[in-house]
């Protein structure tokens, strides 16, 4: 069966700190990734989505950054964290034949950039 | 872009129904519904494809009309369990989902 790991579940970074947040998927091939964001009591906005390794479409410019090296590996980093960055950071992973599936989310991030 | 939700919030007695509406200006090739708990992410309901199907989930249903771009979830006989934050995603034909901004949903004994 398919499993999605994301880690670490809670981080506090200060300003200006680099940030690296991983995501694997198994049991699975050539899966969609998707890295989205959540403020505090408010919807998901998608950052990055990748159909391919070496392939990231970014939908909001920021300072941060989206990268797949590997097949099931998603990495989401920024060089310097702003407090705006603060959020619940979510990984999820679909599949495309004909129609998108269904999303399946890691357990997510919880990100305080203080 | 992102669809529209209504109501905001919502607070059923159990047993009680309740509708949750998503609207998008676009045209749309599926729509989503997810349900995420505090603190939890998002869990995957259900999917509706363009031809104005119903599904369901238990006694959660949905239906999405193509014509309107529009999808309604239907919470029937409302259980402690279905509370929660519920979310539409929306598909344009292309690999990613645009949510809207959720309604959350408070079952009372």
């Known amino acids: 069966s398919q499993t999605i790991h994301q880690w670490p579940a809670t981080l506090v970074q200060p300003v200006g700190s680099p940030l690296s947040l991983e995501c694997t998927v198994e049991?699975?091939?050539?899966?969609?990734l998707y890295w989205y964001r959540q403020a505090a009591g408010r919807g998901l906005q998608l950052l990055f989505y990748?159909?391919?390794?070496?392939?990231i479409s970014s939908e909001v410019p920021q300072n941060l950054s989206a990268s797949r090296p590997q097949d099931r590996q998603f990495i989401l980093s920024s060089k310097k964290l702003l407090l705006s960055d603060s959020g619940f950071y979510l990984c999820?992973?679909?599949?495309?034949?004909?129609?998108?599936?269904?999303?399946?989310f890691g357990s997510g991030t919880r990100l305080t950039v203080v | 872009q992102q669809p529209v939700q209504s109501p905001q919030a919502v607070i059923l007695r159990e047993g009680e129904d309740a509708v949750i509406n998503c609207s998008s200006s676009k045209a749309l090739y599926s729509v989503h519904w997810y349900r995420q708990k505090h603190g939890e992410a998002p869990v995957f309901l259900m999917i509706?494809?363009?031809?104005?199907e119903q599904k369901g989930h238990e006694k959660i249903s949905a239906s999405f009309n193509e014509k309107k771009q529009q999808s309604s979830l239907y919470l029937t006989a409302s259980q402690l369990s279905y509370s929660g934050t519920y979310f539409c995603g929306t598909e344009m034909n292309d690999y990613k989902l645009s949510f809207g901004a959720g309604t959350t949903v408070t079952v009372r004994a």
């Open positions: 999820a992973w679909s599949v495309r034949a004909g129609v998108l599936y269904g999303y399946t």
């Open positions: 049991g699975t091939s050539n899966p969609n």
């Open positions: 509706l494809l363009k031809g104005g």
């Open positions: 990748s159909v391919g390794i070496g392939q």
